[in-house]
């Protein structure tokens, strides 16, 4: 009967569970005649599984296993003092660092050690007797140095020697320019962007078989001469005035990631060379995939080979005083080497990702590096300091340089925009969103800083005020992404290298080339 009082039959009503029988009268008989059967027979009398099931069960006991072992794994606590860490693997018997590892994967090796014995030991390691409990206290951060070589304090001193003086001559200068009641600053500003609207392709030669990938002027004769370098190992010298092919050497065997002229290199060191006489003077340098630099003679004879990094390369800079210079890698550290004699000064760590770009302050008393955790470090090279850190954009970035002004900073980034840093405010002043695409480029003016240039692998190189950061011209010409682009010091010609294997220059028009400037009105704008 329901609860409503009505009848039901028997049987009715009541829970049916699938699978399962109820044994009655009868039932006996027919387990003993074979036509029941219950599932409890003898081990020889139940199915063998087939190897592919096997195998599907060993494959599922493996996966629970690994499983369980990262469950241990992110169970286990494992201090964040490295130095604690390699006294921990080395009472557990395993080596304290292996080739190319850094902190966190010495962490990642005691963290998995643990995790092993801990279920070796049946799911809880047990304590030593001298181990004591204590409360976790909340651990403050403080700075640490690393104690360096005679020949880095040598290298400070020299630095903070030659940056001072620069430094002070600097301010001294501005606050001059700012006192003159003569002088306009922002009209002189102005007019150095403005002149960039006429600026057009004048040249284009094919630069290699492969890609190129670096360019750059040469300084101290108003960029007379120009270095490229590409994918397929080889760095060639250009001469400014019709880009004619000067040097062309075999620089590596695997692709150029980066080169850059020796601040004392010039055209009349090269054409000396050419003429039969020795030189053993460094004029520019190459960097490689493989992880290996060199530096090179204005003829193209090899000097010196700067090896140390444990993965490829990105770019590499020339310190203004000429007598070091620093690469970035993809092993996290950026390196400062002696031009004199290859030596390895400084291995700085300080980055989570790859190093990619890096450049030096005018003055030469600051390094800023950018790589592809999305921010980019400023650091002393008198004291070895961090001095500040570059956080705003999203995605990596790929390349950085200093303005002339001394305070301002350029980034271009993977998140198609570049932005601009005020050292004085620390922090972002203003963000351009630029290109398309990637931004692969980024390069002040040297002189005056009156406008700065960007090349993308949307195909074009853009012009900007460094003023009021509007775009003054767009130069199209490459048929593929440009992968590097450079600025002559006089501020009147460009440079770019593209993936298309061409070298073009860009400069600005004159009278008779270009329409005139007192025929439009406003800036000058031409259709490339």
Same mark, same amino acid.
């Given at each position: 009967?329901?609860?409503?009082?009505?009848?039901?039959?028997?049987?009715? !009503?009541?829970?049916?569970?699938?699978?399962?029988?109820?044994?009655?009268?009868?039932?006996?008989?027919? %387990?003993?005649?074979?036509?029941?059967?219950?599932?409890?027979?003898?081990?020889?009398?139940?199915?063998?599984?087939?190897?592919?099931?096997?195998?599907?069960?060993?494959?599922?006991?493996?996966?629970?296993?690994?499983? $369980?072992?990262?469950?241990?794994?992110?169970?286990?606590?494992?201090?964040?003092?490295?130095?604690? %860490?390699?006294?921990?693997?080395?009472?557990?018997?395993?080596?304290?660092?292996?080739? +190319?590892?850094?902190?966190?994967?010495?962490?990642?090796?005691?963290?998995?050690?643990?995790?092993?014995?801990?279920?070796?030991?049946?799911?809880?390691?047990?304590?030593?007797?001298?181990?004591?409990?204590?409360?976790?206290?909340?651990?403050?951060?403080?700075?640490?140095?690393?104690?360096?070589?005679?020949?880095?304090?040598?290298?400070?001193?020299?630095?903070?020697?030659?940056?001072?003086?620069?430094?002070?001559?600097?301010?001294?200068?501005?606050?001059?320019?700012?006192?003159?009641?003569?002088?306009?600053?922002?009209?002189?500003?102005?007019?150095?962007?403005?002149?960039?609207?006429?600026?057009?392709?004048?040249?284009?030669?094919?630069?290699?078989?492969?890609?190129?990938?670096?360019?750059?002027?040469?300084?101290?004769?108003?960029?007379?001469?120009?270095?490229?370098?590409?994918?397929?190992?080889?760095?060639?010298? @250009?001469?400014?005035?019709?880009?004619?092919?000067?040097?062309?050497?075999?620089?590596?065997?695997?692709?150029?990631?980066?080169?850059?002229?020796?601040?004392?290199?010039?055209?009349?060191?090269?054409?000396?060379?050419?003429? !039969?006489?020795?030189?053993?003077?460094?004029?520019?340098?190459?960097?490689?995939?493989?992880?290996?630099?060199?530096? @090179?003679?204005? +003829?193209?004879?090899?000097?010196?080979?700067?090896?140390?990094?444990?993965?490829?390369?990105?770019?590499?800079?020339?310190?203004?005083?000429?007598?070091?210079?620093?690469?970035?890698?993809?092993?996290?550290?950026?390196?400062? @080497?002696?031009?004199?004699?290859?030596?390895?000064?400084?291995?700085?760590?300080?980055?989570?990702?790859?190093?990619?770009?890096?450049?030096?302050?005018?003055?030469?008393?600051?390094?800023?590096?950018?790589?592809?955790?999305?921010?980019?470090?400023?650091?002393?090279?008198?004291?070895?300091?961090?001095?500040?850190?570059?956080?705003?954009?999203?995605?990596?970035?790929?390349?950085?340089?200093?303005?002339?002004?001394?305070?301002?900073?350029?980034?271009?980034?993977?998140?198609?925009?570049?932005?601009?840093?005020?050292?004085?405010?620390?922090?972002?002043?203003?963000?351009?969103?630029?290109?398309?695409?990637?931004?692969?480029?980024?390069?002040?003016?040297?002189?005056?800083?009156?406008?700065?240039?960007?090349?993308?692998?949307?195909?074009?190189?853009?012009?900007?005020?460094?003023?009021?950061?509007?775009?003054?011209?767009?130069?199209?010409?490459?048929?593929?992404?440009?992968?590097?682009?450079?600025?002559?010091? !006089?501020?009147?010609?460009?440079?770019?290298?593209?993936?298309?294997?061409?070298?073009?220059?860009?400069?600005?028009?004159?009278?008779?080339?270009?329409?005139?400037? $007192?025929?439009?009105? !406003?800036?000058?704008?031409?259709?490339?």
């Amino acid at each position: 009967m329901d609860e409503d009082g009505v009848d039901i039959p028997a049987g009715e !009503g009541v829970p049916v569970v699938f699978g399962e029988i109820e044994l009655g009268d009868g039932t006996a008989e027919g %387990v003993a005649a074979g036509n029941i059967h219950t599932g409890g027979g003898e081990e020889e009398e139940r199915f063998e599984l087939s190897a592919a099931s096997a195998a599907t069960r060993e494959r599922q006991e493996e996966l629970l296993r690994e499983f $369980e072992q990262r469950r241990r794994q992110r169970s286990v606590a494992v201090t964040t003092d490295d130095s604690q %860490v390699r006294k921990q693997l080395r009472a557990l018997g395993e080596p304290i660092t292996l080739f +190319g590892e850094g902190p966190g994967d010495r962490r990642d090796r005691l963290r998995k050690k643990l995790a092993e014995l801990d279920a070796k030991d049946g799911g809880e390691l047990a304590l030593p007797e001298e181990a004591l409990v204590v409360e976790e206290q909340e651990v403050q951060k403080e700075l640490f140095y690393t104690e360096g070589s005679a020949n880095l304090m040598r290298a400070r001193t020299a630095i903070a020697s030659f940056s001072l003086p620069r430094a002070k001559a600097r301010i001294e200068r501005a606050k001059r320019r700012r006192a003159d009641p003569e002088v306009d600053e922002v009209a002189e500003l102005d007019a150095a962007a403005a002149a960039t609207a006429s600026f057009a392709n004048e040249t284009s030669q094919l630069g290699d078989g492969r890609p190129l990938s670096t360019v750059r002027f040469s300084t101290p004769d108003d960029g007379a001469m120009i270095l490229s370098a590409s994918w397929g190992g080889v760095a060639r010298l @250009w001469r400014r005035d019709g880009c004619e092919k000067i040097v062309t050497i075999r620089a590596h065997e695997n692709r150029c990631t980066g080169a850059d002229f020796h601040p004392t290199a010039t055209l009349a060191q090269v054409e000396e060379t050419a003429s !039969g006489a020795a030189s053993e003077t460094v004029s520019f340098g190459t960097a490689c995939a493989d992880g290996v630099a060199h530096l @090179w003679s204005p +003829g193209g004879k090899h000097l010196r080979t700067l090896k140390g990094h444990a993965d490829r390369l990105g770019r590499m800079a020339f310190h203004p005083c000429g007598d070091y210079v620093a690469t970035a890698s993809f092993d996290k550290t950026w390196r400062l @080497w002696s031009v004199e004699t290859g030596e390895e000064l400084l291995c700085q760590e300080g980055h989570s990702r790859p190093v990619y770009d890096l450049s030096f302050h005018p003055d030469g008393g600051l390094c800023a590096t950018v790589g592809l955790e999305a921010h980019g470090r400023v650091w002393d090279l008198r004291s070895g300091k961090c001095v500040t850190t570059l956080v705003g954009h999203v995605k990596q970035c790929l390349s950085v340089d200093f303005s002339p002004n001394g305070f301002h900073i350029v980034t271009g980034s993977d998140d198609h925009t570049a932005r601009i840093w005020d050292l004085r405010r620390r922090g972002c002043l203003y963000t351009v969103p630029a290109h398309s695409s990637l931004i692969s480029s980024v390069r002040y003016e040297p002189k005056d800083g009156g406008f700065f240039a960007t090349a993308s692998y949307d195909g074009t190189a853009q012009l900007y005020s460094s003023r009021d950061f509007s775009r003054i011209n767009t130069l199209r010409g490459h048929e593929a992404r440009v992968m590097c682009a450079d600025v002559a010091p !006089g501020g009147n010609e460009l440079a770019t290298v593209s993936y298309d294997r061409t070298l073009k220059l860009w400069r600005q028009q004159r009278r008779g080339k270009a329409v005139k400037e $007192e025929e439009q009105e !406003g800036p000058v704008k031409m259709e490339l």
